[in-house]
């Protein structure tokens, strides 16, 4: 008998989402260049099958005409393409192992998946596709974790002292970070675009995802929206339930610090952002204050902006019920502050401790 001229093309791995997200190699999303703009899984490169016209022409044709007529007009999409698909992943997966997804785990996923298998890549799927990693997102963001609040008026340096507090080993989850946004009317100055609100959570999830579910977990006070980014309601209903160490900061300190942050920052930004605000500014504030940034002398548009946020943020404290503990931290820099607090959590976790213990005696 002749010997068989079949070539074997091994079947991609169809993997669960913990064991897609803990596998090896780079992971590409099949998914149209609008889907993946949108949101994505953090570190993903996009690899589309289709371009957005070409996906909404496919998907009008499927509801339209038919399944069939719609996979014959995708195939006169691709065909062009093969090559070009093929020698992009080799420069993003050079070592021939790769993961991929598309929306839902069908057929363009699994089209691509066959096509790299053929060229000698080893490829796992993703069981459900980016529609089953929404769902991981939501049930990440909903464990429980133990969580201090920091908090403290504009301008106590609240953002250093959090990374002072990484920088000592804890656990913290940087919301303003992730965001691209300083939580006011100027948190975008000087930052990149933000993104959205979806790709916001993806980043959340996946640091949540890391945190060790036994040790405590610091984030800031913030309210629910983040500039235009919103904090997903399962993190933001534990955030609501913890206690707040609340940093105090003398008004020159405050005020030195805003300067040291906004000093470099393009006037116009900082004008627009002042008027923005101004109908609670009052036009007469407002009107200083411009006046004061034109002429390079921020400290006096800084004090009038900050009766404004340190209203809005005695109002924001005073409507929560979770127990506030305040730290003076005048004169301190971020590393002695986030050792103070950290040497406060310390003490009233033991505190609680001792009367959960308590309580359990007594009962």
């Known amino acids: 008998m002749g010997r068989s001229s079949a070539v074997f093309v091994p079947m991609p791995e169809i993997l669960a989402i913990q064991p897609f997200l803990d596998g090896s190699g780079p992971v590409l999303d099949a998914r149209s260049p609008g889907e993946f703009a949108k949101a ?11 371009s957005d016209a070409e996906r909404a022409a496919v998907g009008t044709c499927y509801h339209q005409v038919g399944r069939e007529q719609a996979v014959e007009l995708g195939l006169g999409f691709v065909g062009p393409k093969l090559l070009a698909l093929v020698q992009r992943a ?32 080893r490829v796992e799927l993703l069981a459900g596709g ?8 939501r049930e990440v963001l909903a464990q429980p974790r133990p969580i201090w609040m920091v908090g403290g008026m504009t301008g106590t340096g609240k953002t250093l002292v959090l990374e002072a507090l990484a920088s000592l080993g804890e656990q913290m989850l940087d919301l303003e970070g ?15 675009p933000q993104p959205s609100t ?3 959570e993806n980043l959340l999830a996946e640091r949540w995802a890391g945190f060790d579910p036994g040790r405590r977990v610091w984030i800031e006070a913030e309210s629910r929206q983040v500039g235009r980014c919103r904090i997903a309601p399962e993190l933001f209903g534990q955030m609501e339930r913890s206690p707040i160490l609340e940093i105090q900061r003398s008004r020159a300190e405050r005020i030195a610090l805003l300067e040291s942050v906004y000093g470099e920052a393009d006037p116009e930004e900082l004008i627009e952002a002042t008027r923005r605000i101004g109908r ?17 002398d921020l400290a006096p548009a800084i004090e009038r902006v900050l009766d404004y946020y340190d209203k809005s943020y005695r109002y ?17 820099t971020p590393l002695a502050a986030a050792a103070d607090l950290l040497d406060q959590a310390r003490k009233l976790e033991v505190v609680a401790e001792d009367g959960e213990t308590q309580a359990e005696q007594d009962q």
């Open 40 to 50: 994505h899984l953090p570190g993903a490169v996009n690899l589309p099958l289709f």
């Open 178 to 192: 992730l965001a691209n946004h300083r939580g006011s009317s100027y948190g975008n100055v000087c930052l990149p």
């Open 198 to 200: 979806e790709q916001y």
């Open 90 to 121: 080799k420069q993003i997966a050079p070592e021939r192992r790769l993961r991929l997804h598309c929306w839902r785990g069908g057929m363009r996923s699994s089209s691509l998946a066959w096509l790299l298998e053929t060229a000698g890549f």
């Open 280 to 296: 609670r500014l009052g036009p007469q504030n407002t009107q200083a204050a411009v006046e004061a940034i034109r002429q390079g």
């Open 130 to 137: 980016y529609k089953a990693y929404r769902r991981w997102v």
């Open 316 to 332: 924001d404290l005073e409507r929560r019920t979770v127990p506030r503990h305040a730290r003076q931290v005048t004169g301190l």
